[in-house]
């Protein structure tokens, strides 16, 4: 809570506050970084019982702020939060101590135990840097690398997402976004994308040939087409679709399967065609009107079975 200045009790307590050596020193020091009262007694070269002492009076005076981490408290100064004259006294004040002796030196010792915190993390990395991927897995998860990738989304963003199927890609995208809308031609799908949406109020179904997809031109920042192009018959018709819904500059995401020949996996699968070259989805994409910004083969993960697979990215023209 900011503090008015106003009142004579308050502005003799900030300068109470101030008016001391040893506080001046702290304060300079947890001005620059959060420290626990043992680094603090380390850079001062003071016992724990003075540092802690003089701590809890500049923490009552509203000059700097804790938590706790564990077992340790660590204090830190945070001059945006002081009221305006505080700030204006700790300027001067700090002016006029820039050159002490003991400033300098506690100046040496706080360089000393931040490089000591560098090389302790920097040690950690060289000793995991092998096995990092997989510690990190073990210990935190894949989910939130994919998290922090779609947290670059812009959230108003309206997303096409073509062929939804289940809903899976779909449910994944909602918290992200302002709207996804899930085409997909298949009664069935849509019925087990509609139990796995149900709860995503942003999340909107709808059944329709993606030949005609039924959504407003124009509408959408973005469309996904994952694993849907081998199944139509007429890719260039869906591509043309696709960019008619998108805004202009809006973003269109294919991904599927690169040229194979199992044909016996094709008809497993339903599919329509055996894969596609890079140069060919480049081709479909500049003729419905839009601009390749990214055309490459995905590295296949290990353990998956099916044909390897393609990425292509690209934006509707302006023009």
Not at 30 to 42: K, N, R, S, Y
Not at 289 to 295: D, F
């Amino acid at each position: 809570m900011v503090r008015v200045a106003a009142q004579p009790e308050l502005l003799l307590g900030w300068m109470g506050a101030l008016a001391d050596p040893i506080r001046l020193r702290l304060l300079r020091a947890l001005e620059q970084h959060e420290f626990g009262v043992a680094e603090l007694c380390d850079i001062l070269q003071l016992p724990q019982s003075t540092v802690s002492r003089h701590l809890k009076l500049l923490a009552d005076e509203g000059w700097l702020r804790s938590r706790r981490q564990a077992t340790v408290h660590l204090y830190r100064m945070a001059p945006a939060e002081l009221d305006t004259a505080a700030r204006k006294l700790w300027i001067v004040a700090r002016e006029q101590t820039e050159g002490w002796p003991a400033v300098k030196q506690d100046q040496l010792r706080l360089n000393r135990r931040l490089q000591e915190r560098r090389e302790t993390s920097e040690a950690f990395f060289a000793g995991a840097a092998g096995q990092w991927d997989k510690l990190r897995n073990d210990l935190y998860g894949r989910r939130f690398a994919q998290d922090a990738m779609l947290a670059l989304l812009p959230e108003d963003a309206v997303v096409a997402d073509l062929g939804c199927g289940t809903g899976f890609v779909a449910s994944q995208l909602a918290p992200w976004v302002g709207q996804v809308i899930g085409v997909d031609g298949s009664a069935a799908m849509l019925k087990a994308a509609g139990r796995r949406t149900d709860e995503l109020l942003n999340v909107e179904l709808r059944r329709g040939d993606l030949t005609a997809v039924p959504i407003e031109d124009r509408s959408c920042d973005a469309a996904l087409l994952l694993l849907v192009l081998s199944y139509v018959a007429d890719g260039p018709a869906v591509l043309s679709e696709v960019s008619r819904i998108l805004k202009p500059g809006g973003r269109a995401v294919i991904v599927d399967l690169l040229p194979h020949d199992r044909e016996d996996f094709r008809e497993q699968m339903g599919q329509q065609v055996l894969g596609f070259e890079l140069e060919q989805v480049r081709s479909l994409l500049t003729e419905a009107g839009m601009s390749v910004t990214r055309a490459m083969t995905i590295p296949p993960e290990p353990d998956v079975k099916g044909p390897a697979l393609f990425l292509a990215a690209a934006r509707r023209r302006t023009i």
